[in-house]
């Protein structure tokens, strides 16, 4: 079975700085992998996917993502972060069966200092 | 385009009180569906998908069961509340395929057991 690591529970970033967001899975074959943001009280909105062919991503809102097979890693970055930025980052996983169920990392919640 | 609704909102019930939570998908026909329990800190849970009318998968065993009655409408529903049932219901879409697909989420229902 997959499985998501996000390592960071909280982020603080300066408004202005880039972002990077880390997200490691699990997956014994190719994986399908997504981000998602949820601001509070909402329901979650896709940034991005990954399914194959070119290794970085680009999204919605200025985000990227990158995938590395060899750290089993699709970190997700910004190079400059706007206030309106802050919210809960999901990373999620798909073993590519059509059933698509997902298995989701726990977030990364995303403050940001003026 | 596509459109997902979930009904109600917030929800505060009773220890013991039926549920019933609805979802609806407008502009796609055929899709997956997904009920999702999400808790401060464990990210989200899926607890049920159906990839057609009738057709529902249990991830976890619980007090909540859903349904499917029509093809773009998915019901999660439970005859006797727990206050451990409380917590942020999310609904999903996602299109059928072949391989994984994003999924799409609606605003979520805040339910509350006093």
């Known amino acids: 079975a997959q499985s998501v690591t996000q390592p960071d529970i909280h982020i603080t970033v300066s408004e202005g700085a880039s972002l990077e967001l880390r997200c490691n899975y699990s997956?014994?074959?190719?994986?399908?992998l997504f981000w998602y943001v949820q601001s509070p009280g909402q329901g979650l909105q896709l940034l991005l996917k990954y399914f194959s062919g070119d290794t970085l991503v680009q999204g919605i809102k200025g985000f990227e993502a990158e995938f590395k097979r060899s750290q089993s890693s699709f970190n997700l970055r910004k190079p400059s972060v706007h206030w309106s930025d802050a919210a809960e980052y999901f990373c999620a996983v798909g073993a590519g069966s059509g059933y698509s169920t997902l298995t989701f990392g726990k977030g990364t919640m995303l403050l940001v200092s003026p | 385009s596509q459109t997902i609704h979930q009904w109600p909102a917030t929800l505060v019930q009773p220890v013991g009180s039926p549920l019933s939570l609805e979802c609806t998908v407008e502009g796609t026909s055929n899709p997956n569906l997904y009920w999702y329990r999400q808790a401060a800190g464990r990210g989200l849970q899926l607890l049920f998908y159906s990839v057609g009318i009738g057709q529902i998968s249990s991830e976890v065993p619980q007090n909540l069961s859903a349904s499917r009655p029509q093809d773009r409408q998915f019901i999660l529903s439970s005859k006797k509340l727990l206050l451990s049932d409380s917590g942020f219901y999310l609904c999903?879409?996602?299109?059928?395929?072949?391989?994984?697909?994003?999924?799409?989420f609606g605003d979520g229902t805040r339910l509350s057991i006093l």
């Open positions: 999903a879409w996602s299109a059928t395929g072949p391989f994984n697909q994003p999924q799409h």
């Open positions: 997956y014994g074959a190719t994986p399908y």
